[in-house]
């Protein structure tokens, strides 16, 4: 990391533009690279409506994301080291579904570019089209189903994803100038050459994968043999197909788990998953696995089928070799089989989930080239097609993966297009700012451990039965509570070096020992905790926040007083650690008269500064609501906390003002009961001065 | 590095009551090591002053900067704020920034917000202590490494006066004696000699006797009308 000057902040102008010399893990592992940590922080602070115009900002899939995304952050969330990575997915869930579609901002832009046709409503070409619209084009998406949304509305269950959680994506989508037609199949009911000629000046080819793969054996056209997609499609549009009581799921994938739980909801009393894996082997997620275990879902690993066996026109069993092996020794699949060990799995129906694959059926009469697997060819560095002005994003061309993958996919994809109408060569960058760092496990150590907040899931006997969500939303309280335990990696203290004059207070204050000082002094992104008590000791103003601001948080405060109008004013900054929700910015009738609430997540960051500002800036004066030992969510600040204060109170009473006017009060971690009845006695004692 | 303190309050906004329009000065050297004089000082006393102004029904407008030091021609380049725009400038560096700045810039009031105290170590977080004067004619070498010039009352050089009290110096019962503490640490290094020799009577030139003092490198010192101009 480059070391940072004075000069080199005021050129990046916001002190935010810090943030992006180096990214959280949660931000890096992101496909869409949405800013985890800065919506996280809002949450932290019960500013949902903030928190969801940054998800959305880079994830026009909030809610679907939510409830399913297989969140590459978590499993990269440094907090991991400490006890738990923090509950991302959750939160996101609580601030996207709280907010809904119309709880985001929209941004309109003016649509004046040419029109641009994108193939396919899920994810992929619903993210290219949202940016394409954002970019000023008039994107218009062909859907040919009935619904908007791809693979999430026409085959994700219900159970894991509720249709109005989906639909407040699209409308959001569609609310930035986004038309979606549906009920129309580009191949079938108009070709990619009728786009053109009503003319779109490109198209986006966003097709996924809509057929599955079926195995040619024995048996395989019977019609109680579902292919999956067809099976799970018509259970989201209810038109549930008729299933018998004894299902075999061929497939050991997450796909495979979503048919076997399904077919458990429609009633079958014997559902059992059948794959080539062992049971450590098997592609789907342990969690989906343990969960349709709960669910009553059987497995049976290491069988490959070779014949349904029908009898009088009735499936009764799948026939199934002993798989010897399944990957080679450079993990490629490449199953090998014992044909003299075959056992027979009684069943009526079945279902084959074993995998997906594209139809191609939007190309009839297009003359666009394909590979000789019979894919579409596409350049990945372009996404462009062999037409020049066709373009192609999604899973139809990458590897099959996940919601936030396939709208990754299509936001680059619209970039393509944007260059390629500006008449620019299509250039897309893909660097990334580096990512911090590990934790070392000594920092780990000293950070104080939080629990992650526990996700209520239904009773697996009592959720098998019907199609409502399996697991509970977060609370207001625990979605606040778990984003608390964010750690805000990388957006902690950075010295401008120019200004450093060695003077090691920032060692000396460091609650996590930190900063080293030779030279100047240094504070290693990947170990500073971000509690910012550093940034407000530093003499020298040498040190600042590559994330929230205590200069920001100063003109807040002084906003805020002036917009009070007259009377008297007292300020209370509340380390709101341990606050709940509700009591967060508390809302009107709550709040005390002539009393303004600044809800902080820690008050290490409160400086003698921020406070002298607010007394100027118009407070008759302030109350510091803190917490006991242990009280505050990092150690030393209420050590720390009460000498700032006795400076202050001394630096008054120099000028002649009543030092009382400066209130400490431990009382944060009380309940708001407890904290407004010592604002008040505070207050008197401000009033009286 | 060189500690100064801020001046008592009333003594600050006494020297500023002619001025409408001041600039509190920080410096990035031995102040803002101590605490006492960078630019969080700066700013806060700047802060504290437009409020004292306002409390005595005035009007002030306080401003603050800060450089790295005081003391060199080259970091004045640097300022974001032009002192000529003030009426005074309310420096916290130590009096040579103070003096030197003054130099800089003859038209403009330079005040002192701080008294220049001692030459420190320091001894803990926020603690610093006299442990030099400067008296340019080191002695450290054969007093054990503690200097009677700043330990001793009466900077003797000869030993030990007549007034040590249990250890105490006699002009202030709360210091130890300096040349106590020499005879011990002397004693422990085996160098008792040293104390047994009498020493010579010290030239103050070399301290404030002479003048101002400087120090010209020969092999890199400029012509000072250049170096002023
Ligand atoms: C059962 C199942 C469960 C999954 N669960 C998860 C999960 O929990 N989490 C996760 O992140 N990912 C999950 N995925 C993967 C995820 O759904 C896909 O990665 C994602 O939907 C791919 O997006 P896409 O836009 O490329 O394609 P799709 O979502 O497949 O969208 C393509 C759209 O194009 C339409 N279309 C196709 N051909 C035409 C045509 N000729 N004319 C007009 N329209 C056409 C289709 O109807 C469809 O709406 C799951 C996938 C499946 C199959
Ligand atoms: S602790 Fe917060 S910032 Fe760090 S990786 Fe986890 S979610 Fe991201
Ligand atoms: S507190 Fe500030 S001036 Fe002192 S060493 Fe740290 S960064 Fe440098
Ligand atoms: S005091 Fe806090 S912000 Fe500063 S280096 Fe230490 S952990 Fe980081
Ligand atoms: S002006 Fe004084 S305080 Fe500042 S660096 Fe020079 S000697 Fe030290």
Known sequence: MDELTSGELKRLGDSRMLMQREWSPCRYHCPVHADVRSYIELAARGRWREAIDVIRERLPFASVCGRVCHHPCE??????????????????????????????????????????????AGPAGMAAALDLALLGYRPTVFEKFAVAGGIPATAIPPYR????????DIDWICAHGVTVVTGVEIGKDKTLADLKSEGFAAIVIATGLALSRTLPIPGANHERVYPVLDFLTAVCSDRAPRIGSDVVVIGGGNVAMDAARTAVRLGATRVRAMCLEAEDEMPAWDWERSEAAEEGVGFIHRRGPTDIVIRDGRIVAVAARKVTRVFDADHRFDPRYDDADVVSVECDTVIMAI???????????????????????????????????????GEIVTAPGSVVEACASGQRAAKGVDLFLSGKPIRLADALPPVIGEMAPDTAAKVSKSPRNAVLQRAADERRRDSLPIDANFTADAAMHE??????????????????????????VCPFDIPVVTDVARIESSLCQACGMCIVECPANAIVSRSWDTREEIGNTAARLAG?????????????????????????????????????????????????RAIENGADGIVVVAGYLGGDRYPTVRERMARRVEQLRAMLGEIGMNPERIQLVHCADEGRDAMRRAIVEATGKIAAC | MIVAERKPMDEIVAMLAPHRKVLVLGCGGCVTVCLTGGEKQAELLAGQLRLAARQAGRTLEAAFDCITRQCEREFFDNLTEDPRTYDAVLSIACGAGVQYMSELYPEVPILPGMNTTFLASNVAGGVWEEYCRGCGDCVLAWTGGICPITQCSKSLINGTCGGTNNGKCEVNPEMECGWLRIYERLKALGQLDNYRTLRAARDHRKDRGGGVRRLVLKDMAESQESGNE
């Open chain 1, 161 to 168: 994803l509720p249709r109005d959680v989906l639909q407040q």
């Open chain 1, 75 to 120: 499993a990269n969330c440094r907090r991991a080291g400490v006890d738990e990575a923090v509950a991302i997915r959750e939160v996101k869930r609580f601030v996207s579904e709280q907010q809904g579609a119309s709880g985001a901002t929209v941004r309109r832009v003016v649509q004046d570019k040419a029109p641009v046709a994108i193939v396919g």
């Open chain 1, 355 to 393: 995998g997906q694959t594209a139809d191609m059926g939007f190309l009839a009469g297009s003359p666009l080239a394909k590979d000789t697997r019979g894919r579409l060819t596409y350049d990945s560095a372009t996404h462009q097609t062999s037409d020049p002005s066709i373009f192609a994003c």
């Open chain 1, 564 to 612: 009070a109008g007259a009377g008297p004013k007292v300020v209370a900054y509340i380390n709101g650690y341990h606050a709940p929700a509700a009591a967060w910015g508390a809302s009107a009738e709550d709040a005390l008269p002539g009393v303004l609430e600044v809800w902080l997540p820690s008050v290490s960051r409160l400086g003698v500064a921020e406070m002298l």
């Open chain 1, 483 to 508: 984003a608390q335990r964010c750690m805000g990696c990388g957006g902690g203290a950075e010295v401008l070096i120019d200004k450093c004059a060695a003077c090691l207070t920032c060692l000396r």
